[in-house]
């Protein structure tokens, strides 16, 4: 199907050229109810989307445009285990993974894997409880003290992010991350270590992935230059995989093996076994509330109207600025120090899932695709970059993620923080004409007025969503990160692509494999003038 053509995108075009200069200030003057009609209420969640250039009939046209594109047989296929990853020929079943153990059958390949996937996470959940307790312990018996995390892309930045935002959940063990090749990642943990009384949990989904198998070798290393033995390996490294073999060959034990499976991708990963690391900070029971905030919001993503639907809302707004309007980017800024790895982790699982130019159909698109995700913890970025959203030339819509509660209750921080969200969706919304801009300038002389009256004027009308979390708890996460992977899936299904796949990523490491032997001085490199002068470079640097 051509999306860009069906009669409802067409309608879609109309209905923009009538409305693209309707300012939103002027809707909430004339609309009295715009907030109640344009907020959804959600558990511990309040999304409210009222702060967009858009009507009831934009609204209305969107939801037909999901219809369309055949969005509800797509999430339905999704649930029921479809093998809707065409080119991986894979299910795609990151909502199994949340599923209460006593809910009904989900096949794949005919097996029901709701048991199987279940067995896993007890297992996980089991190994960590015992961490935390102390009933496992290291080889010469000493308690675990630390556990590594070492992994990559979706098996790093997921545990990374949730581990980093349940801080005040956190336990007794403590727990690192380690995922980039250069060395001064591991060079920073290492020496906080003991390695008698630490665990290495090795995550990849492939165990080909060579930056996570870099790290797990200087680990290793690391570990048996400390005075361990092979034998005490077994005891100190853990592996996530859905590739046995190969985990295996690097020598860790079956039993300390934890399997995830072909049909959960890897941005998509944080609920299996990959979150070991986050059930090993917070514990089994926060990390089952964290699956049931995802599974509460699997449930109203596969259950609510679409004009009630919180993730399918937020896709299809994105896609209204992103066809419609010619915005090239989102922002999402947590107004949370907690939530400051959130935009890392939208990152991978927006822009690896949408960013594709070839439909499902194999044509190439001639509409845009996956919008820059981009985004930084707010206060902090107010005195950074919103000078540009606020003033630049480009429409950039805003996702405000705010807990409106803290655990921390020092002095007014918190109502700072809050109060500077919402001035700064307000100020987006609202703008400043040049009469305001004027009126504020009336102590100037009248000169000085109108001259610093222009550079005080703000256009305004431009759009945020801002999504209120109760609290920043195991629930209300899982909630969260379960509607983003939901809008992803919203615009994949509207932009007609293959949201499960990454194809282009794995071109780059192909090329690596060819450059890394020539960079040790291996034979005459045979690339374009550019990549054959950088080689050259690092050689003469690199010189006796
Ligand atoms: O960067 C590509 C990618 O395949 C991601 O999709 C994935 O999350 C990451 O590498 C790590 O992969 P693995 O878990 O197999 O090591």
Known sequence: MNINTTPVWQALTEHYTHTRNVEMRKQFADEPDRFSRMHEKLHGMLVDFSKNRVNEETLSLLCRLAETAGLPEKAEAMRRGGIINTSEKRAVLHTALRLPADAGPVYVNGENV???????????????????????????????????????????????????????????????????????????????????????????????TPETLLNAHTARDWFLAQGMGEADIKRHFVAISSNLPAVAQFGIAPENIFAMFDWVGGRYSVWSAIGLPVMVAVGAEHFRAFLAGAHAMDEHFFSAPYRRNIPVLLGLLGVWYSNFYGAESHAVIPYSHALRRLPAHLQQLDMESNGKHTTLGGKEVDYQTGPIIWGEEGVNCQHAFFQLIHQGTRLIPVDFVVPVTTPYQIGSHHQFVVANAFAQSEALMRGKTLEEAREALAHLPENERSELAVHNEFSGNRPSNTILLDALDPFTLGMLIAMYEHKVFVQGAVWQINSFDQWGVEYGKVLAKTIQPELAGAGTPQHDSSTNGLIAYYRSQHQG
Request: zero cysteines; hydrophobic letters at 40%.
């Open 114 to 208: 709701v048991p199987k996937l279940h067995r896993e996470l007890e297992r996980a959940l089991d190994f960590a409880e015992k961490l935390i307790s102390g009933e496992y312990t290291g080889s010469s018996g000493e308690r675990i003290t630390d556990l590594v995390h070492i992994g990559i892309g979706g098996s790093d930045l997921g545990p990374q992010m949730v581990a980093l935002a349940l801080k005040p959940y956190h336990k007794n063990v403590r727990v690192h991350f380690v995922s980039n090749a250069d060395d001064a990642d591991i060079a920073e943990v290492l020496p906080k270590l003991d390695a008698r009384r630490t665990v290495f949990s090795i995550a990849s989904k492939s165990f080909g």
